[in-house]
């Protein structure tokens, strides 16, 4: 390499390292965030996430570690990635349109009450859109982990952090960070809650 030029890797790592001052304000309100959502989870509510590409792989990942685990074992926590049932989404996408394959789903699964996440680069999907409007009109919070603000995503959220990075690469790398800080928090406040009467299903099946 030359004098004066600079590798990939140090550019995209200056990038990052612009974003993360300001990052570390926004992300002040994942800590409440993980105890609202810890209080929905715990007692019987449901978080629904969604997003596209890179985003898609990480509403999956979000959804892993709530029902799975982050790191300690506990009860399993209902979260459901809207992007990985792809017998539904194909089939909407078939016979509704690409626009409606969130929308159709937040309306099939969500219930008053319950959570949708939704991460975006650009802020601007239009399917993303779509099931933010679903979700307010059935009475779902509505969050959001977008790029930079304003965007039409932010504006239909009751909350968003909006990582301000103009490089969508850095965005998708900051919103995995703050997925797992709020399955951190998650796990963190669940001490402090009443214990819930998690249902055990019988050997055999259900009676």
């Given at each position: 390499m030359g004098?004066?030029?600079?590798?990939?890797?140090?550019?995209?790592?200056?990038?990052?390292?612009?974003?993360?001052?300001?990052?570390?304000q926004a992300a002040r309100?994942?800590?409440?965030?993980?105890?609202?959502?810890?209080?929905?989870?715990?007692?019987?509510?449901?978080?629904?996430?969604?997003?596209?590409?890179?985003?898609?792989?990480?509403?999956?990942?979000?959804?892993?570690?709530?029902?799975?685990?982050?790191?300690?074992?506990?009860?399993?926590?209902?979260?459901?990635?809207?992007?990985?049932?792809?017998?539904?989404?194909?089939?909407?996408?078939?016979?509704?349109?690409?626009?409606?394959?969130?929308?159709?789903?937040?309306?099939?699964?969500?219930?008053?009450?319950?959570?949708?996440?939704?991460?975006?680069?650009?802020?601007?999907?239009?399917?993303?859109?779509?099931?933010?409007?679903?979700?307010?009109?059935?009475?779902?919070?509505?969050?959001?982990?977008?790029?930079?603000?304003?965007?039409?995503?932010?504006?239909?959220?009751?909350?968003?952090?909006?990582?301000?990075?103009?490089?969508?690469?850095?965005?998708?790398?900051?919103?995995?960070?703050?997925?797992?800080?709020?399955?951190?928090?998650?796990?963190?406040?669940?001490?402090?809650?009443?214990?819930?009467?998690?249902?055990?299903?019988?050997?055999?099946?259900?009676?």
């Amino acid at each position: 390499m030359g004098d004066g030029q600079v590798s990939a890797l140090d550019s995209h790592l200056a990038g990052l390292a612009t974003a993360l001052v300001p990052y570390r304000q926004a992300a002040r309100k994942l800590s409440r965030w993980g105890h609202e959502l810890a209080r929905l989870l715990v007692g019987g509510g449901r978080l629904l996430v969604a997003g596209n590409g890179g985003s898609a792989a990480e509403a999956q990942h979000l959804t892993a570690e709530l029902v799975g685990k982050l790191r300690d074992d506990r009860p399993a926590l209902s979260a459901i990635a809207l992007t990985a049932e792809t017998s539904s989404l194909t089939a909407i996408g078939n016979d509704f349109g690409y626009d409606e394959v969130f929308a159709r789903q937040v309306r099939a699964h969500g219930r008053p009450g319950d959570a949708l996440l939704l991460l975006s680069t650009s802020g601007r999907s239009t399917n993303l859109l779509a099931a933010a409007e679903a979700a307010d009109s059935l009475g779902i919070r509505v969050l959001g982990l977008t790029g930079p603000t304003p965007n039409p995503l932010a504006e239909l959220c009751s909350d968003v952090l909006a990582v301000p990075s103009p490089d969508a690469q850095v965005v998708q790398e900051l919103h995995l960070v703050s997925v797992h800080v709020l399955c951190e928090y998650v796990d963190l406040a669940l001490p402090s809650l009443p214990a819930p009467a998690w249902r055990a299903v019988p050997v055999g099946g259900l009676s």
